[in-house]
């Protein structure tokens, strides 16, 4: 029995470069496809919606019918053609129907970041309470580096700072941090070496950073 697709959800983390991309593939694809609902959903916001859906990967689109039920589901990136083009055999019923998904689970992840102990830099250990079944260690280890705190450790990263996306090719990082406050040159190196360290576990050997 075939169904039409009435709507589009897209599921990614904030900071995900490659869910900025696949909403721009999307945007593109509601030109042609008129009438159509479309939903972001920020995984790291909305843990009750992206558990709902059983999302297990960072991002994902669903194609869903008037009535709610999933068609169809991909992971990752597609170009705009690749995607229109899946809208024929999903109304169809021509594509594998979606399978079941276990129930998304909580973990406890540890990560570790590092602060400055005078001009030391040292290792710290910050544990996360993952509330999704998505996994994204190199963002999440930012976003740890930025909120923590010890007693008689520097930390130079303001209340204010938070993660407005990131960039990652082969060993090469850039991130890009938005701050209501002024940040000075000295300032903003202090916080790129941090980064740098924390980063260093992922295979990141050169990270720059940028501020909006």
Known sequence: M???VAKLMLFTLSACPMGRSIHTVLGEVLTVKKGIVYEIVSIDAD??????????ANPTTLFLAEDGQELYRFEGFKETAEVLSLFEPVEEGALPPV?????????EEVYTVYLY???QIVPIEMTY???TSIKAP??????QLLRAQREGLENPFSAQSSLETVSFQNQSGVVTLRSDGKVSASQSERMRILLAHTL????????ALKWV
Not at 200 to 207: C, R, W
């Open 129 to 131: 309470h993952n509330l």
């Open 2 to 4: 075939s169904q039409q």
């Open 99 to 107: 399978a079941d998904r276990e129930e998304n689970r909580q973990t």
């Open 47 to 56: 843990h009750e919606t992206t558990n709902r859906y059983k999302i297990k």
């Open 200 to 207: 260093a576990v992922y295979g990141v050997s050169e990270v």
């Open 138 to 143: 190199r963002i999440t280890a930012i976003q």
């Open 117 to 119: 102990d005078a001009e």
